[in-house]
């Protein structure tokens, strides 16, 4: 279900900065993990980073040691600190809550545990 709502992409330089951010509705404030996933057009969409109701966070390899998730869990706020950012970071990004505890911070997010969706916010790399 696509309830939530990104916000932040844009374009940017290599080596440069984004911060995404996610607001939810108020059934999603309780959600017991959050996620970022990623997707360009022809592949499959990339679950990046992920974040439990206790702030234990997970990534993929692909991002570990440069993007950073937080969540607002007061004000059902989910965040994304993107540092630099290669030319294949280019991608359309959605955030994402599960609300019936199919997800874990285990691993890197698993996009089909995921039941609540934005629609994305395109964010550009060029060099």
């Known amino acids: 279900q696509v309830q939530l709502a990104e916000s932040g992409g844009g374009s940017v330089e290599t080596g440069g900065s984004l911060s995404l951010s996610c607001v939810g509705p108020p059934y999603t404030a309780n959600a017991y993990c959050r996620a970022w996933s990623r997707q360009v057009p022809g592949k499959e969409r990339e679950g990046i980073a992920a974040?439990?109701?206790?702030?234990?966070?997970v990534y993929a390899n692909s991002v570990k040691g440069r993007f950073t998730i937080s969540a607002d869990n007061a004000n059902n706020i989910l965040f994304l600190q993107m540092n630099k950012l290669q030319l294949d970071d280019t991608a359309m990004y959605y955030c994402?809550?599960?609300?019936?505890?199919?997800?874990?911070?285990?691993?890197?997010?698993?996009?089909?545990?995921?039941?609540?969706w934005g629609r994305g916010t395109q964010v550009n790399v060029s060099s």
């Open positions: 994402a809550a599960d609300t019936i505890r199919a997800a874990n911070v285990l691993g890197p997010p698993i996009t089909a545990e995921y039941n609540y």
């Open positions: 974040i439990n109701r206790d702030g234990k966070a």
